[in-house]
């Protein structure tokens, strides 16, 4: 009779450890399909373009290194656009979308520009001095700043310099145009961004010139 209550109650004990054991294993089953189905982190858009571009050399944060976008464009002639992305490190890298089959907005040639990231052509363009300045500025021009505006109807291009801001939404202001139509600034921070670019453009033989007649004088 001991005998017998003892085997009831072994197999008592071994029914209750089996479902004891199903319901953990039922458990687990269900929280591996409950995190199958939870949504992948979201991805900000300016991360999702960067990402799923099949030449960019650098990761998202890419998108942070960009201060500048120059940019020419002109309709005429088999629609001449090009240009450069120039990042905080003051390296310029050129793109040519030269014959366009449409004229891009400011953002699509942004974008396309990253697109082809690893494949555009770089050089060293600013120092790290100027490159300091000149972010310092960034980060004080009004996106609403003012221009004095002239057209030339001699013209038919454009060159535009942008200054890029990312956090979170993408934003190009300008800074200044050149060409049909000119755009100078008004705002402190975007004049002197514009006089350094503009510098950048002067010819430097008058310099060069000058020494020699200096050096001829004595």
Not at 199 to 209: F, G, T
């Amino acid at each position: 009779m001991d005998k017998m209550k003892q085997l009831l109650v072994t197999t008592a004990g071994v029914v209750v450890a089996v479902a004891v054991i199903g319901i953990a294993i039922s458990g687990i089953k269900n929280d591996i399909s409950h995190k199958a189905q939870e949504p992948s982190p979201e991805i900000s858009s300016s991360e999702s373009s960067v990402l799923s571009a099949p030449n960019a050399k650098i990761n998202a944060d890419i998108t942070q290194n960009i201060l500048l976008m120059e940019v020419y464009s002109d309709p005429s002639g088999g629609n001449i656009l090009n240009g450069s992305l120039i990042d905080k490190y003051g390296r310029r890298h050129t793109f040519d979308f030269t014959p366009a089959e449409t004229l891009l907005s400011t953002e699509e040639c942004y974008n396309t520009a990253l697109e082809n990231y690893s494949d555009l052509p770089e050089e060293e363009f600013i120092t790290d001095t100027d490159i300091r300045e000149i972010y310092q500025n960034i980060q004080l021009v009004d996106p609403d700043c003012g221009y004095v505006t002239e057209f030339h109807t001699d013209e038919t291009g454009t060159y535009t310099l942008y200054c890029v801001k990312d956090y979170g939404t993408l934003q190009f202001i300008k800074i200044y145009s050149e060409g049909s139509i000119s755009d100078t600034p008004t705002n402190e921070s975007a004049k002197n961004i514009y006089e350094y670019f503009i510098d950048l453009a002067k010819p430097k033989s008058s310099d060069s010139e000058s020494s020699q007649s200096e050096s001829v004088q004595e």
